[in-house]
């Protein structure tokens, strides 16, 4: 554990974060988690993993709905029925509880999902924010995903939104913002593989890394 790093990512959406965040991970040697995390939470709760999908990064809904006195399906019990999933906070603590042991056992790289707070306590835990000019964002969701330029810009306007909700609402910070991590970066004023190159850099005089 005492030697154990951990690297947070957090980003807006087309800012290339999930790219630095592997390229990164790729570079120190280190286990990269994204949307992983939902597959292992499920296997760890028994959980079917359209829970974990259906409430990823997303508050709180604010109500119970009675959804936790419902019978749980478990994975080898196949399709769920809608509704029948625990409430947003308790599968934020399931995810928690996976991200935590995680850190624990070995040193790794996580994108978004408040993992920065979950790991607040971490000793050796730097955290990062990836930003971008949105004319390079909706480029780059253009050619992702194949949408227009309007259809992309809606795109980011909801994830955005939805990723600060989250975030702000599960933890004592405010997403995006300087005072919430230890470096935020634009990389668009850089392009990916130098920005990769300067948060590498960084992390490695930071945490005092030589490997």
Same mark, same amino acid.
């Given at each position: 554990?005492? #030697?154990?790093?951990?690297?947070?990512?957090?980003?807006?959406?087309?800012?290339?974060?999930?790219?630095?965040?592997?390229?990164?991970?790729?570079?120190? =040697?280190?286990?990269?988690?994204?949307?992983?995390?939902?597959?292992?939470?499920?296997?760890? +709760?028994?959980?079917?993993?359209?829970?974990?999908?259906?409430?990823?990064?997303?508050?709180?809904?604010?109500?119970?709905?009675?959804?936790? +006195?419902?019978?749980?399906?478990?994975?080898?019990? =196949?399709?769920?029925?809608?509704? #029948?999933?625990?409430?947003?906070?308790?599968?934020?603590?399931? &995810?928690?509880?996976?991200?935590? &042991?995680?850190?624990?056992?070995? %040193?790794?790289?996580?994108?978004?999902? @408040? *993992?920065?707070?979950?790991?607040?306590?971490?000793?050796? @835990?730097?955290?990062?924010?990836? %930003?971008?000019?949105?004319?390079?964002?909706?480029?780059?969701?253009?050619?992702?995903?194949?949408?227009?330029? &309007?259809?992309?810009?809606?795109?980011?306007?909801?994830?955005?939104?939805?990723? *600060?909700?989250?975030?702000? $609402?599960? %933890?004592?910070?405010?997403?995006?913002?300087?005072?919430? $991590?230890?470096?935020?970066?634009? +990389? +668009?004023?850089?392009?990916?593989?130098?920005?990769?190159?300067?948060?590498?850099?960084?992390?490695?005089?930071?945490? &005092?890394?030589?490997?």
């Amino acid at each position: 554990m005492k #030697s154990n790093f951990v690297i947070n990512i957090g980003r807006q959406l087309g800012s290339g974060g999930r790219e630095v965040g592997e390229k990164l991970a790729n570079r120190l =040697g280190i286990t990269f988690y994204d949307k992983e995390l939902l597959k292992l939470a499920s296997e760890e +709760s028994g959980l079917c993993p359209e829970c974990f999908e259906k409430v990823d990064e997303r508050p709180s809904s604010g109500f119970m709905g009675g959804l936790i +006195s419902m019978r749980i399906p478990f994975v080898s019990e =196949g399709a769920m029925p809608l509704g #029948s999933c625990l409430d947003n906070d308790s599968l934020f603590k399931v &995810q928690s509880d996976v991200i935590r &042991q995680l850190a624990n056992e070995k %040193s790794c790289l996580f994108v978004g999902r @408040c *993992a920065d707070y979950i790991l607040r306590d971490h000793p050796r @835990c730097l955290n990062v924010f990836i %930003s971008a000019s949105i004319d390079d964002r909706i480029a780059r969701i253009c050619e992702k995903n194949g949408v227009t330029p &309007q259809e992309a810009r809606n795109l980011i306007e909801k994830a955005d939104k939805r990723r *600060a909700e989250y975030y702000n $609402y599960y %933890s004592n910070k405010r997403w995006g913002r300087a005072e919430s $991590y230890h470096l935020c970066i634009n +990389s +668009s004023q850089l392009g990916i593989d130098a920005t990769v190159d300067f948060i590498e850099s960084f992390i490695r005089k930071t945490l &005092q890394i030589t490997q």
